[in-house]
Nanobody, 124 residues
Framework: QVQLVESGGGPVEAGGSLRLTCAAS????????MGWFRRAPGKEREFVAA????????YYADSVKGRSTISRDNAKNTVYLQMNSLKPEDTAVYHC?????????????????WGQGTQVTVSS
């Protein structure tokens, strides 16, 4: 079992920045990807960003590309999502997840573990 704890969400004005953090409870050599998804009220959960744990290759949704940066600290089993130039449409609950072994980072069904989520609210 891997427990994930997100932090860093909160209220912010449009144009502002937040850094989300997701800490895994233990090191596991079998982590393939760590990623972020979000769910806005009344909408489907959507992919935001992911990082290949071993190689550090990053992937972004078009909606956040150029405004967000995902990074990792392998020693701390932690992944970060730096979000800049936030927009009201970024308002959502953000969840981080882990893909263990095989799986496609883009699909939520690939993820084996999820955190409880952290709320991001962007006001105009």
């Amino acid at each position: 079992q891997v427990q994930l704890v997100e932090s860093g969400g909160g209220p912010v004005e449009a144009g502002g920045s937040l850094r989300l953090t997701c800490a895994a409870s233990r090191r596991t050599s079998s982590i393939n990807f760590m990623g972020w998804f979000r769910r806005a009220p009344g909408k489907e959960r959507e992919f935001v960003a992911a990082i290949n744990w071993r190689r550090g290759v990053t992937y972004y949704a078009d909606s956040v590309k150029g405004r967000s940066t995902i990074s990792r600290d392998n020693a701390k089993n932690t992944v970060y999502l730096q979000m800049n130039s936030l927009k009201p449409e970024d308002t959502a609950v953000y969840h981080c997840g882990v893909v263990v072994d095989s799986g496609n980072y883009y699909y939520a069904d690939s993820y084996d573990y999820w955190g409880q989520g952290t709320q991001v609210t962007v006001s105009s």
